[in-house]
């Protein structure tokens, strides 16, 4: 297990000295926050004064930087009212051990991946479908299920952000790619999730000002997808 994520770690160093798009923590645009735990970013969207919802959990190393990112906007672990997974890797969700208050939103195919990664029975509180809409005060999360990096993998668009998870990498050159292949359960289905995802996008691409990445830095608009998915 620490081999991989070593590999995995060593990798992603490999690919960023190939020019992946830095992450900034705590960039922000329409009430969603990075907060860079070191290896992964997970994202925060206040709901209210004292309720704030998080896009992944980060990993549990990097736990104390989730801490410390939530409060510095205000907010403490027990402030956070739902998660939403954006797949079971450990990076994204072994911190959830902390959140245990929190519901837990996610596709249900990933259920025995969290499982297998926390090593404890895991359900989702709230699984959610591919396209459902659901409300958490006044913000609205729309779900996309992407399946090929894992089988329940997700991306979610909040506030006209869309929340990428590891559907992609952004490049610094601004295009998008895929995670190193090694790590997806269904490598040639991740180019072609992207694909899907440009074309459930292109009627509307004014719902979506900018992307989220979990390993990389944010792109502006959704040209990178069209540019990749008419290659
Ligand atoms: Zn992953």
Same mark, same amino acid.
């Given at each position: 297990?620490? %081999? $991989?994520?070593?590999?995995?770690?060593?990798?992603? #160093?490999?690919?960023?000295?190939? *020019?992946? @798009?830095? /992450?900034? !923590?705590?960039?922000?645009?329409?009430?969603?926050?990075?907060?860079?735990?070191?290896?992964?970013?997970?994202?925060?969207?206040?709901?209210?004064?004292?309720?704030?919802?998080?896009?992944?959990?980060?990993?549990?190393?990097?736990?104390?930087?989730?801490?410390?990112?939530?409060?510095?906007?205000?907010?403490?672990?027990?402030?956070?009212?739902?998660?939403?997974?954006?797949?079971?890797?450990?990076?994204?969700?072994?911190?959830?051990?902390?959140?245990?208050?929190? %519901? $837990?939103?996610?596709?249900?195919?990933?259920?025995? #991946?969290?499982?297998?990664?926390? *090593?404890? @029975?895991? /359900?989702? !509180?709230?699984?959610?479908?591919?396209?459902?809409?659901?409300?958490?005060?006044?913000?609205?999360?729309?779900?996309?299920?992407?399946?090929?990096?894992?089988?329940?993998?997700?991306?979610?668009?909040?506030?006209?952000?869309?929340?990428?998870?590891?559907?992609?990498?952004?490049?610094?050159?601004?295009?998008?790619?895929?995670?190193?292949?090694?790590?997806?359960?269904?490598?040639?289905?991740?180019?072609?999730?992207?694909?899907?995802?440009?074309?459930?996008?292109?009627?509307?691409?004014?719902?979506?000002?900018?992307?989220?990445?979990?390993?990389?830095?944010?792109?502006?608009?959704?040209?990178?997808?069209?540019?990749?998915?008419?290659?």
């Amino acid at each position: 297990m620490y %081999l $991989k994520r070593a590999l995995f770690s060593l990798v992603l #160093l490999t690919v960023v000295s190939c *020019g992946l @798009k830095s /992450v900034e !923590d705590g960039f922000e645009q329409n009430g969603v926050h990075t907060i860079n735990t070191g290896f992964v970013s997970a994202f925060a969207i206040p709901i209210s004064d004292s309720e704030v919802i998080l896009v992944d959990s980060g990993g549990e190393e990097d736990a104390a930087s989730l801490k410390i990112g939530l409060e510095a906007l205000g907010y403490g672990l027990d402030d956070v009212t739902h998660v939403f997974i954006t797949h079971g890797h450990k990076d994204h969700v072994a911190a959830l051990e902390l959140l245990d208050s929190a %519901l $837990k939103v996610g596709f249900a195919q990933d259920e025995p #991946l969290i499982e297998e990664k926390l *090593g404890k @029975k895991v /359900v989702l !509180d709230l699984p959610i479908d591919d396209g459902e809409r659901m409300m958490v005060g006044d913000v609205m999360v729309e779900a996309f299920h992407l399946p090929g990096h894992t089988p329940g993998n997700a991306t979610y668009l909040i506030n006209n952000v869309m929340l990428m998870g590891d559907t992609a990498m952004a490049n610094e050159d601004g295009s998008v790619g895929v995670p190193p292949e090694f790590f997806s359960s269904d490598a040639l289905a991740v180019k072609d999730r992207i694909k899907d995802l440009w074309s459930r996008l292109e009627n509307r691409t004014d719902d979506v000002e900018w992307m989220f990445f979990a390993h990389t830095g944010p792109l502006q608009g959704t040209n990178a997808l069209k540019t990749y998915s008419v290659e």
